[in-house]
């Protein structure tokens, strides 16, 4: 079993940045491959990042694509998202995710078994 805790949110204006970071307990967290989710007030939680165990593979909505990086350091079992040019309407929780697999990377929320508590992004206009 894997617990995750995200950290890095907060208020930004549009056009800034900021970096998630999701720290994992285990000592297996290589064997998982991660993703980032994002739910916004009155809607359904949605795929924003993914990536595989290794951090050699990594996929992205086409909303945050060219704009948001996912990336992971098994050394420090953490995984990150780095977030550039905000809009207000990626105001949302942010949530990890995590599922046990040396393989590929998920997209869909069920695919994963692990979630963190989630933390806040606020973009202002």
């Known amino acids: 079993q894997v617990q995750l805790v995200e950290s890095g949110g907060g208020l930004v204006q549009a056009g800034g940045s900021l970096r998630l970071s999701c720290a994992a307990s285990g000592r297996t967290f290589s064997s998982y491959a991660m993703g980032w989710f994002r739910q916004a007030p009155g809607k359904e939680r949605e795929f924003v990042a993914a990536?595989?165990?290794?951090?050699?593979?990594?996929y992205y909505a086409d909303s945050v694509k060219g704009r948001f990086t996912i990336s992971r350091d098994n050394a420090k079992n953490t995984v990150y998202l780095q977030m550039n040019s905000l809009k207000p309407e990626d105001t949302a929780v942010y949530y990890c995710?995590?599922?046990?697999?040396?393989?590929?990377?998920?997209?869909?929320?069920?695919?994963?078994?692990?979630w963190g508590q989630g933390t806040q992004v606020t973009v202002s206009s």
């Open positions: 990536i595989n165990w290794s951090g050699g593979s990594t």
């Open positions: 995710a995590a599922r046990r697999s040396m393989s590929y990377y998920y997209t869909g929320r069920s695919e994963y078994d692990y």
